[in-house]
């Protein structure tokens, strides 16, 4: 970068010289000084201009090669965070049985919350636009009475889960997955549909 402003401060200083040569011969000394000693101070503005904006754009590099750190780290941790998802959830299913049932309507009776749900199967389907179809089983629909001490999570967006307050779930509707343990709902938590 040095070198090309010290090239650029050269052909200015050259095209001043020409200039000047090809003036009236009849101009002082005097006013040429002042001339030149103002392309000169004009030139050094410029040089330092272009140094500050050169300062900038190093910066910026460097701001940007921090973020593209960060964005690798943040990766890295959402990639872990997942897999540390999908082994619990695989530990849960080992663990506790489950059945799948769609949220039909819930409220709130006292200390206890009411949930309509139609309990559902998966059936894989490729004439359906997401590959699968959701069928009523011989379980129907029924109303399941859930206390307090009961965890629900609910889809926060397609790829996070969060645990929610009653009054969240009065208002939602989708595809839940209840897990028992001896016959007792123990968690409930949404799944994804694509």
């Not at 095209?15 to 005097?30: G, P």
């Not at 489950?98 to 894989?124: C, F, H, P, R, V």
Request: with cysteine.
């Amino acid at each position: 970068m040095k070198k090309k402003n010290t090239l650029y401060t050269l052909f200015y200083l050259l095209l001043l010289l020409f200039l000047v040569s090809c003036t009236n011969k009849n101009v002082s000394s005097e006013d040429l000084e002042k001339d030149i000693s103002k392309l000169k101070s004009e030139i050094l503005t410029l040089n330092q201009s272009i140094e500050k904006h050169q300062q900038l754009v190093e910066e910026q590099e460097k701001k940007m090669i921090l973020i593209k750190s960060k964005m690798v780290k943040l990766e890295e941790s959402s990639t872990i965070l997942h897999n540390n998802f999908q082994a619990m959830n695989d530990l849960v299913d080992l663990n506790l049985e489950s059945k799948t049932a769609m949220l039909n309507s819930a409220e709130i009776d006292g200390d206890i919350l009411n949930l309509n749900i139609t309990y559902t199967k998966k059936i894989n389907d490729q004439k359906e636009p997401n590959g699968f179809r959701l069928e009523e089983t011989e379980k129907g629909t029924t109303t399941l009475r859930i206390s307090n001490n009961i965890p629900i999570y609910l889809l926060k967006d397609a790829s996070s889960i969060i645990k929610v307050d009653w009054d969240k779930v009065i208002t939602h509707r989708g595809l839940l997955k209840i897990y028992e343990k001896n016959g007792k709902v123990v968690l409930i938590s949404e799944i994804y549909i694509p």
